[in-house]
């Protein structure tokens, strides 16, 4: 059923029916590819809406929560072998899924969501979302061996580099690091941190492209505002945008 745009625009939690009627109006925002018109009316399940040509979220049922993952807990829907799992932290009806990973003994934040673009657009690497990791290694690896986590280092799976790494604080016979890093396969950080010759000790996710929460603790879930999805999908727009649509799909 189609509405006024500035009124699903509001509805949606994003911005006042003003500002709406203000981006329509300085030709700002876009139905399934036009610019949209004062008096255009849409429907936010079955059309896509861009905002200086990033997709905002409009469908009234999705739903993405922030999880903060602690150790043991699996990145799946279920277990067939019983472990507790990210889905089950949160008090919901609505079938969720994770958007993407963490191994079980790595902590931190993960989304878990019923947006199908959503997910796509948080784990496809061509999208540019960046994650942010402290990684705790055994030893004192100088600048250098640091510095090779960024130009690269051979994996058995092929090649592997951070976007961006740093030594934070050398305590003892370890040393933290921060990691960023654009793609996520398999234990990947912790086998280039091997390859380097410091084991990871201790790894969190602190980051999901713009978005932090320094005051979720371990265990705590929320549920992310209209807003913070938006800039999800803002950071993760691209120059060759596929045209995907607005509502729920299972990736």
């Not at 993760?236 to 799909?249: H, K, N, Q, V």
Request: net charge negative.
């Amino acid at each position: 059923m189609s509405e006024r745009l500035q009124k699903v625009i509001s509805h949606a939690g994003l911005m006042s029916r003003r500002a709406a009627e203000e981006l329509i109006a300085e030709g700002r925002i876009t139905i399934d590819g036009r610019v949209a018109v004062l008096g255009d009316r849409v429907d936010p399940t079955a059309q896509q809406v861009l905002v200086d040509g990033s997709p905002i979220p409009l469908a009234p049922d999705l739903h993405t929560y922030l999880v903060n993952k602690p150790l043991g807990v699996i990145c799946t829907a279920d277990d067939p072998q019983g472990r507790p799992t990210v889905v089950e932290m949160i008090d919901s009806d609505t079938r969720l899924w994770p958007v993407g990973r963490l191994d079980a003994d790595s902590e931190g934040l993960i989304l878990v969501s019923n947006d199908g673009e959503l997910t796509n657009r948080v784990t496809h690497p061509r999208f540019g979302i960046a994650k942010t990791y402290t990684v705790v290694v055994e030893g004192l690896p100088s600048k250098a061996s640091v510095r090779k986590l960024v130009e690269g280092v051979a994996l058995d799976d092929g090649p592997a580099a951070a976007t961006a790494a740093r030594i934070l604080d050398r305590s003892g016979d370890v040393t933290m690091i921060e990691l960023v890093m654009n793609e996520g396969r398999n234990r990947e950080i912790r086998r280039m941190c091997d390859a380097i010759g410091h084991p990871v000790q201790r790894l969190v996710r602190t980051a999901i492209g713009p978005l932090r929460d320094r005051t979720l603790a371990p265990g705590q879930v929320r549920q992310l505002d209209p807003t913070e999805v938006a800039d999800l999908y803002r950071a993760a727009t691209t120059s060759d945008e596929p045209g995907l649509g607005s509502g729920p799909a299972e990736p």
